[in-house]
C-alpha cells in the first residue's frame, strides 16, 4: 500500500535550470517530511527536511514547499548541477519509521 | 567518526539457503532501522530497534525473517529458506535517539542476490 505517491519518476533539467519534485500524502498523522538523496551503490542521506506546522524550509539551493491541506509537499533545487544528478526520495515519518516514496531520477546536463 | 557500516556489501546466495546481514550503527545511536529497497523502488521498513529490542518489526514480510540487536549496538537481519523474491538491497539507519525530527544516517547497505 503506497502511502506516499512521488513524481514525475525522472526528470531531466539543463544545468542552471530548476527542478521541481512532487510528493502527496494521505495519512494525516505524518509528522515529519524528509527528503533523500541516493546516488548508485550508495544508502540516501538526507537532503533537507520539514516539518508539517511550516509551509517552506530552505538551505541553499533546496527548498521544501508544504501545503498541509492539500496533503502535498514538493523539493525545489535552483540553479541545478550536473552534480546533483541522482535519485532523490520523499518520504514521511510514521510513528517511528519513514515511508518513502518511489523516487525520481533526475539528470542534469551541462 | 565512522559513518553506519554494513557488511557484506554484496551476498549471493542460492534459494532455500540462509543468511545473515550485519548492521554496525553509529556509536551512540540507540536507534536503529532496517529496510528493503527492491530495483527502482524507494526503501520499504523492515524493523525497528530501541536499544535491544524490537519496538516495531510490522514491516518485516513473513517468519523467514528475523532481526536482532543483542547488545544495543550490532545488529543482524536473518533471512531463513531464502526465495528469489528476497532479492534486494537491505539498507540499515541508526539515530542517535528514539523521537521527533531525529536525522536517520543510512549505512551503504548489502545488496542481496537470491539465485
Known amino acids: 500500500q503506497q502511502q506516499v505517491k512521488q513524481s514525475p519518476q525522472s526528470l531531466i533539467v539543463q544545468k542552471g535550470g530548476i527542478s521541481i519534485i512532487n510528493c502527496a500524502y494521505e495519512n494525516t498523522a505524518f509528522d515529519y517530511f524528509p527528503w533523500y538523496q541516493q546516488f548508485p551503490g550508495k544508502g540516501p542521506a538526507l537532503l533537507i527536511a520539514i516539518r508539517p506546522d511550516v509551509s517552506e524550509k530552505k538551505e541553499g539551493r533546496f527548498t521544501i514547499s508544504f501545503n498541509k491541506s492539500a496533503k502535498q509537499f514538493s523539493l525545489h533545487i535552483m540553479d541545478s548541477q550536473p552534480g546533483d544528478s541522482a535519485t532523490y526520495f520523499c518520504a514521511a515519518r510514521d510513528t517511528d519509521k519513514l515511508i518513502f516514496g518511489t523516487g525520481t531520477r533526475l539528470q542534469v546536463f551541462p | 567518526g565512522a559513518g553506519v557500516s554494513q557488511t557484506p556489501s554484496n551476498k549471493v546466495t542460492e534459494k532455500g539457503k540462509y543468511v545473515e546481514l550485519r548492521c554496525d550503527p553509529i556509536?551512540?545511536?540507540?536507534?536503529l532501522y532496517w529496510y528493503r529497497q527492491s530495483l527502482g523502488q524507494g526503501p520499504e521498513f523492515l524493523i525497528y530497534f530501541q536499544g535491544t529490542g524490537a519496538a516495531d518489526d510490522s514491516g518485516l514480510p513473513n517468519d523467514r525473517f528475523f532481526a536482532v540487536r543483542p547488545e544495543g549496538s550490532v545488529s543482524t537481519l536473518k533471512i531463513q529458506r531464502t526465495e528469489r523474491g528476497d532479492s534486494a538491497v537491505y539498507l540499515c539507519?541508526?539515530?542517535?535517539?528514539?523521537?521527533?525530527?531525529?536525522?536517520?544516517?543510512f549505512g551503504p547497505g548489502t545488496r542481496l542476490t537470491v539465485l
Open positions: 539507519a541508526s539515530s542517535l535517539r528514539q523521537g521527533t525530527y531525529n536525522e536517520q544516517f
Open positions: 556509536s551512540g545511536h540507540t536507534a
